[in-house]
């Protein structure tokens, strides 16, 4: 598998921490991943179509609210912080910090500690840390959300 | 992107056809019958003006996104809006390089459906890039 996204929007994701997990793929996006959906991309855009998929369950807002009551009505709650609890799966949303949080991004906690993102159009990976895919693109984790672990539906914990 | 022209005239010298390939060999645009040298000219530099500026913005639009998963962001992106705002050539642009882009359609979805007024996808695959790509190919090809 090559590495196809652009090294300058992940500044801390390296060979170290990182390993390729897919092919790069217009097929789903991260909160499609995380939610364990690789047919779909899932976004709220604030009118019906224009080829996203939104859960009628959930508001088609582009806010921190919106996006935690997507895992709220998925059996989520939200929670502290990333650390790996036994039992339990998390995920992270990401947003930048300038200004009111505009979500950019979903991470998703596998039962071995580590973490799997899905880069926007390009691969999903396994990554060490949740804050390895911190940056200008997807800024940092804002709210952490678990529930009790169901194993991921697709990647292989 | 540099294009191949091919012309073929008629014992007379008129240019009876002619067509450009683009270097991948991807899309054919191909324009022929009883025009003038002068009319087909100018025929095919809109055409080719068109599908230049598509081509370009199409690059850019890759670059201006970067990783973003936020369709907000990628549909926002200036070489994006600026397609939208080249008007309906836009749309047989868009639905060739749809066409040649296979099995990982891009998100041209937006675009179609702006520069359209329709969205002919059925609710139940709305986000599934494949089957949203076909049902917009039908849609081009029963024009």
Not at chain 1, 114 to 138: N, Q
């Amino acid at each position: 598998m090559s590495r196809n996204w652009p090294a300058r929007e992940l500044p801390q994701l390296d060979e170290f921490n990182c390993i390729d997990h897919s092919d790069k793929t217009n097929s789903y996006n991260c909160i499609a991943w995380a939610v364990g959906d690789t047919s779909r991309w899932w976004w709220p855009l604030p009118l019906r179509g224009g080829g996203n998929y939104w859960p009628e369950d959930t508001p088609r807002d582009e806010t921190m609210e919106a996006f935690v009551t997507l895992f709220k009505n998925r059996g989520y709650t939200e929670c502290d912080d990333g650390s790996l609890e036994d039992g339990n799966e998390k995920v992270a949303i990401f947003a930048k910090v300038n200004g009111r949080p505009v979500p950019t991004h979903a991470a998703y906690q596998l039962e071995s500690g580590k973490w799997t993102s899905k880069l926007g159009r390009f691969e999903d990976v396994i990554h060490d840390e949740v804050t390895d895919v911190d940056g200008p693109a997807y800024g940092v984790p804002i709210v952490y959300l678990r529930r009790q672990r169901t194993h991921h539906p697709i990647i292989n914990n | 992107m540099s294009y191949q022209i091919v012309e073929e005239r008629t014992t007379f010298g008129e240019l009876a056809s002619a067509h450009w390939l683009q270097p991948d060999g991807g899309d054919v645009w191909v324009a022929s019958g009883s025009y003038s040298l002068r009319a087909t000219r100018k025929t095919f530099d809109v055409i080719f003006s068109d599908a230049q500026r598509f081509n370009e913005l199409a690059e850019k639009w890759q670059a201006e996104r970067g990783i973003s998963s936020s369709s907000t962001a990628m549909i926002l992106c200036p070489s994006y809006q600026a397609i939208i705002g080249m008007g309906p050539p836009a749309i047989d642009l868009i639905l060739a390089r749809l066409k040649a882009e296979g099995d990982d359609p891009d998100h041209w979805f937006w675009a179609l459906q702006i520069l359209t007024g329709i969205n002919p996808v059925p609710e139940e695959d709305e986000g599934n890039v494949r089957k949203m790509a076909d049902t917009w190919l039908k849609w081009g090809e029963g024009r």
